[in-house]
């Protein structure tokens, strides 16, 4: 049986696929545990323009809530950093996925992986020095450490005579450590086996297995998606042999085969939508849609695969902060808002953390079909409620805002 749906339908079951339709839920601890089932992935981010990413992932989901939970999360050991599509938290009871590519990354071959098995080897001071400190008096901080590297790390980018974190990262690499928490931006660091709680798995997991359960994972939450579009999601790129995989979770009816039509026309690839969502799809066909106007983070995992975004929701995004402000189209931190299953504008600004005040530099919508009362209505009370999380004592407007959205923010929330 192949699943068939129109444009509008694949739109919003990728956006209910991601909790961002219908009730919320609550903003409590036990609703983020269940976020994170959901999307398997939260990326880190370090920039604050307005807030960090993975508390506007968070933020966009459950509306204003304590960012002390997350610390809570990590606390509990329920969550650690590792790499998904990008540095991320994730489940620890997804470790035995994680797990099995640091042993295959701890014995990769080439030039890469021979020159940080030499570099590791000549320093092997440092590298138990780091390993001895952490089992004494772990969990412990980058700075903590003594760089006594022999041979320095160079490189031609950022981590040039970073020893300490290079000889950190390449032993994360390895799953002998982990990232279990932070202050800022600052990294604590602990032994991996002293870390990890006892009902973790801690046994070797099968190569198919792994792949067909992340690959399940990733389409559950892309709601539906092309073969490559899976790949680009969750664990990025951890996909060997993917075709077979997924031909065997559609053997069983963990994933059924699907068709995006418009009119007549079938879109081109193949697709595949996961039998856990069609219950949802179900209820988008009967009208029992319930959209939510909200802003994203860049990093937003609705919109981290930047082709798909632009294919499946035709929203060009591109993040410009490493772009000179000469050059940017829209600004250097700019927010989607999604409304319903459509982008219908992005919003560049700031937060004065010194003074409390927001700084609305300019909101561009996507088409002047959008630039409606109603539409401007619910932005409004979306930016309240951002405001209300980040801290935001006023707002500053700036010139670049259609009239109609304009007028609703200054009724709703002043100037």
Known sequence: MTVTLSPTQAQCLAVAAQRLSGPRLPATLEGIVEIFRILNCVQIDPIRA??????????????????TLLDRLQEDRLIFESWAHCASFVRTEDFPLFAHWKRREST????????????????????QHILDRLAEEGPLTTGDFEDLAAVAWESTGWSSGRSVTRMLDFLHDRGQVMAIGRNGNA?????????LPDWVDHEPWTEEDVVRLSAGRSLRALGIATPKQIKNHFIRNQYPDLPQRLAELAAVGTILPAQIVDRETVWPGEWFIHGESLPVLDAIRRGDWQPRTVFLSPFDNLICDRQRTESLFNFN???EIYVPKEKRQYGYYVLPILHGERFIGRMDSQLNRKTGIYQIYAIYPE????????????????LRELMIF?????????????????AAILDEIGD
Do not use: C, M
């Not at 307005?50 to 960012?67: A, C, H, I, K």
């Not at 604590?188 to 870390?195: I, Q």
């Not at 088409?367 to 979306?382: C, L, N, P, Q, R």
């Open 50 to 67: 307005v807030e960090r990413t993975q508390l506007l992932v968070l933020w966009s989901r459950l509306g204003p809530f304590d960012p």
């Open 108 to 127: 990769s071959g080439g030039a890469w992986g021979q020159r940080v098995r030499d570099w590791v080897a000549a320093n092997d001071d440092l590298r």
């Open 187 to 195: 990294k604590f660091w602990h032994l991996t086996e002293k870390w």
């Open 317 to 319: 995004y591109r993040i």
């Open 367 to 382: 088409s002047e079909d959008y630039v409606t009362t109603e539409a401007g209505a619910a932005i409004a009370h979306s």
């Open 390 to 406: 980040i801290g935001a004592k006023s707002l500053a407007l700036g010139e670049q805002i259609p009239a109609p959205w304009r």
